[in-house]
T-cell receptor
Framework: GESVGLHLPTLSVQEGDNSIINCAYS??????FIWYKQESGKGPQFIIDIRSNMDKRQGQRVTVLLNKTVKHLSLQIAATQPGDSAVYFCAWNTGGSYIPTFGRGTSLIVHP | EAGVTQFPSHSVIEKGQTVTLRCDPISGHDNLYWYRRVMGKEIKFLLH????????ESGMPNNRFLAERTGGTYSTLKVQPAELEDSGVYFC????????????FGNGTRLTVT
């Protein structure tokens, strides 16, 4: 498995900036991808998902991009707000298993 | 609709003691999952129920962990005897569909074993 430590990757941005959070997944057979947001003291909350037959999907202020060639997923947040501060996890299913596997997580800090 | 609820929110126990965590999924969700996050690392899968049946328990770390879902409604996860490395946050999630749909998570139970 991947090497992880106690400290999450951190992205620090100013309010109003656009944020891009990246995720590398490990299984080329993955066909469904999800982004979750976890605020302190709460469980992960669904933000947006994308299937492998798409390379881009937009929601409200969020866009997910999928690059299957390099097994990379990104979450773009437009006009980032202090309320967006949280840990963001990507997750992916595989073609053979429907159980979501979670990535390491990225801590987003938004400065007012 | 009510979300996934977990009880207790926090539990502090001594090594060697027993703890039972409870999860109430969203009503009508046949699929129930347990995950845990230890030492701030990734969120790791423990097991998956479909109704009352264990569909996949490949993530259960050892036989000190026992999960049940009698009647296919709420689920319990018992740790007996607890060890220091069991400390972490235990999340429960549920979903209506078994494949390729987002999970709805509870707020977790923070377990501290001293």
């Amino acid at each position: 498995g991947e090497s992880v430590g106690l400290h999450l990757p951190t992205l620090s941005v100013q309010e109003g900036d656009n944020s891009i959070i990246n995720c590398a997944y490990s299984n080329s057979a993955s066909d469904y991808f999800i982004w979750y947001k976890q605020e302190s003291g709460k469980g992960p909350q669904f933000i947006i998902d994308i299937r492998s037959n798409m390379d881009k999907r937009q929601g409200q202020r969020v866009t997910v991009l999928l690059n299957k060639t390099v097994k990379h997923l990104s979450l773009q947040i437009a006009a980032t707000q202090p309320g967006d501060s949280a840990v963001y996890f990507c997750a992916w299913n595989t073609g053979g298993s429907y159980i979501p596997t979670f990535g390491r997580g990225t801590s987003l800090i938004v400065h007012p | 609709e009510a979300g996934v609820t977990q009880f207790p929110s926090h539990s502090v126990i001594e090594k060697g003691q027993t703890v039972t965590l409870r999860c109430d999924p969203i009503s009508g969700h046949d699929n129930l999952y347990w995950y845990r996050r230890v030492m701030g690392k990734e969120i790791k899968f423990l097991l998956h129920f479909v109704k009352e049946s264990k569909q996949d328990e490949s993530g259960m770390p050892n036989n000190r962990f026992l999960a049940e879902r009698t009647g296919g409604t709420y689920s319990t996860l018992k740790v007996q005897p607890a060890e220091l490395e069991d400390s972490g946050v235990y999340f429960c999630a549920s979903s209506q569909d078994w494949a390729n749909s987002p999970l709805h998570f509870g707020n977790g139970t923070r377990l501290t074993v001293t």
